[in-house]
């Protein structure tokens, strides 16, 4: 028994022609769409980067001027403990002065690290946004720290002219100190972090002007 395949109405080769036709046309589509997808991702990675780094701007503009007040906030400490030390036993601080810290702005990476975006930034600049935020993450950890030692703080010289809360200064004072050094520590690796994405300060971060020389006036009984 033998088979006969239909052949073509108009031939062989002119059905492969039409065959060809066909595929170059449907891998010109496929080729095009790979390029639409490409600028699509492109577009969407710059905008992105650009959110990033507005939000960067402002946290490095926030951190400089917590950082500028770090000599003045130490010299606010030791003075604090020279009048613990020498004020009379009647005498308390009924409104301390205290550090204005700025805290910072996360929500941009936490909608960047779950979106299908992220997937198209290279592994290296990935990792540098990631150990940025964590950085930033941490330096707000130490400031809610640090804010509350100065609320215990305040509320002791509140109430000074109790003896308990008068021997109570000195380990407040050592507390609040050590959650400055770490704060400061951490924000100084922050710094590099940021000069190495290369994020400039914004000083839109900062809407309300901070004299960060405050803490450095004597102490106010």
Not at 65 to 74: F, H, R, T, Y
Not at 115 to 126: D, R
């Given at each position: 028994m033998h088979f006969h395949l239909p052949k073509p109405l108009h031939g062989w080769r002119a059905f492969a022609g039409e065959v060809g036709i066909i595929v170059i046309g449907v891998l010109i589509a496929?080729?095009?769409e790979q390029v639409v997808e490409s600028i699509h991702w492109r577009e969407s990675v710059s905008q992105m980067r650009q959110a990033m780094h507005s939000e960067l701007g402002i946290d490095r503009e926030r951190l400089e001027?917590?950082?500028?007040?770090?000599?003045?906030?130490?010299a606010r400490l030791d003075a604090i403990l020279r009048w613990a030390s020498t004020a009379p036993a009647s005498a308390r601080i009924s409104n301390a002065d205290r550090p204005v810290l700025w805290n910072y702005h996360?929500?941009?990476?936490?909608?960047?690290?779950?979106?299908?975006?992220?997937?198209?930034?290279?592994?290296?600049?990935?990792?540098?946004?990631a150990e940025t935020y964590d950085a930033i993450a941490n330096e707000q950890r130490y400031l809610f720290d640090e804010q509350g030692s100065w609320t215990d703080l305040a509320a002791t010289l509140a109430s000074a002219d109790q003896p308990e809360d008068r021997a109570r200064i000195e380990r407040e004072v050592a507390s609040a100190r050590l959650h400055l050094a770490g704060r400061e520590a951490n924000g100084r690796s922050l710094l590099v972090r940021l000069d190495d994405l290369g994020v400039k300060a914004d000083a839109a971060g900062v809407p309300v002007r901070v004299d960060v020389h405050r803490l450095c006036r004597p102490l106010e009984g």
């Open positions: 496929l080729a095009a001027v917590n950082l500028a007040q770090d000599s003045c906030i130490n996360m929500s941009t990476w936490d909608i960047t690290k779950t979106s299908p975006t992220a997937g198209h930034l290279p592994l290296n600049e990935q990792l540098k946004y």
